[in-house]
């Protein structure tokens, strides 16, 4: 990576060498919808086949990959889990929504759920479309790989693991152990560690060699408990995100969420990770400063959810920089404003920081 330096209107500076031509790989780590909003920024600077984007080539991404959580085991996807003995499909189908090329038609059709009145109710036929593929190959990961194809996604989706039987159990603050996603989803304690059932499961290949050969690593947003650390559980993923020598970026919450991570804060966040992943993995800490309305905060209060505090002396104690931004994209609820996250972290890749504070980042009304 160059050098940079940031100026007074909090942009980057470039001071050396600018990326070499062929853009980054990036490696993005999550799961629920929170992945699949980030993967719409970053897909913005992935090149259309045949095509140049419209974007400086320092902050070209020429290998996009999704590493998705698998441990879904409610509604539609926890139902053709069990019957068919496959990974659940839900967080893979949204990741090949927000990574296709004609986005809204494939989301209207991908996302198509079925009336109450039929046999099919409740199942979307994006889901029932990577179940037929899956039946097909005999091959979850093949299933994606081919449905990726047939739909000219900008990037690759790799499941976190192939083991198609694997959960979640928590141990939660009242001592008691909660097993299946779902379970601890409806729990009221809150969770203190979680753990892989099987413990022992491990990644796709490619997996491991997407994070080795990785420019920039992303973790987040998304659920911190059942869509984040779940992908740390995978043997050999949080070894593989250490020994690599890509720039790594934890992307934080913008709301708590009850059992998940109810009074955490932006540092909070990135301990419960360590903590499960057993080492420091980041680099940087996305976190957004904004403040959400009134009328926002009293929403999400009536679901025991606040907005996440950045305490950034904090983050920087655990040895991680400071991305201090505005990225709140406000309407009826609070979503990431994934333009804006996109640019900051493909600015980090284009440059390396020089100074030694906080990056703050000015508002561009443009996004």
């Known amino acids: 990576m160059s050098e940079i330096e940031v100026n007074q209107f909090g942009r980057f500076e ?16 999550g799961g629920g919808t929170g992945l699949s909003t980030l993967l719409k920024g970053l897909k913005q600077y992935v090149p259309k086949p045949g095509s140049a984007v419209s974007c400086d080539e320092t902050t070209q991404i020429s290998d996009l990959t999704a590493i998705v959580t698998v441990t879904d085991d409610g509604g539609s996807s926890g139902l053709l889990r069990k019957e068919f003995n496959i990974l659940p499909p839900g967080d893979i189908r949204n990741c090949i929504v927000a990574l296709s090329e004609d986005e ?6 991908l996302q198509f759920r079925f009336p109450a009145d039929s046999g099919l109710h409740g199942h979307s036929f994006g889901n029932l479309f990577l179940t037929a593929l899956t039946s097909m190959t005999s091959d979850f990961a093949e299933a994606v790989k081919l449905a990726s194809s047939v739909l000219a996604i900008r990037g690759r989706i790799y499941p976190s693991t192939t083991t198609a039987n694997v ?8 001592g008691s152990r909660v097993f299946g996603e779902t379970n601890i ?3 009221t304690q809150h969770i203190v560690e979680l753990r892989m059932v099987p413990a022992n499961v491990r990644p796709l290949p490619e997996t491991l060699d997407a994070i080795a050969k990785a420019d920039l690593i992303t973790i987040g947003p998304g659920s911190l408990f059942t869509s984040l650390i779940p992908n740390l559980l995978v043997r050999g993923i949080p070894e593989a995100i250490a020994a690599s020598r890509a720039v790594k970026a934890f992307v934080c919450n913008l709301m708590t969420e009850a059992n998940e991570s109810l009074s955490l804060t932006a540092s909070g966040h990135i301990r419960a990770i360590y903590n499960h992943a057993g080492r420091e993995i980041f680099d940087y800490a996305l976190v957004n400063a904004t403040t ?8 999400y209060a009536e679901e025991a959810a606040e907005q996440i505090e950045p305490d950034i002396e904090a983050i920087e104690a655990l040895g991680v920089r400071p991305i201090v931004g505005d990225y709140l994209d406000e309407t009826r609820v609070a979503r990431h404003a ?3 996250i996109a640019r900051d972290l493909l600015g980090l890749l284009a440059t390396r920081c020089t100074t030694k504070a906080p990056l703050h980042f000015a508002v561009n009304a443009e996004q």
């Open 167 to 174: 959960h979640l159990e928590a141990q939660m603050d009242d």
């Open 104 to 109: 809204a038609l494939l989301a209207r059709l």
């Open 338 to 340: 994934t333009a804006r």
């Open 292 to 299: 959400v309305s009134p009328s926002t905060r009293a929403s």
């Open 14 to 29: 470039d001071s050396s060498e600018a990326v070499g031509v062929g853009g980054f790989r990036v490696v993005a780590i």
């Open 185 to 187: 989803n409806a729990s």
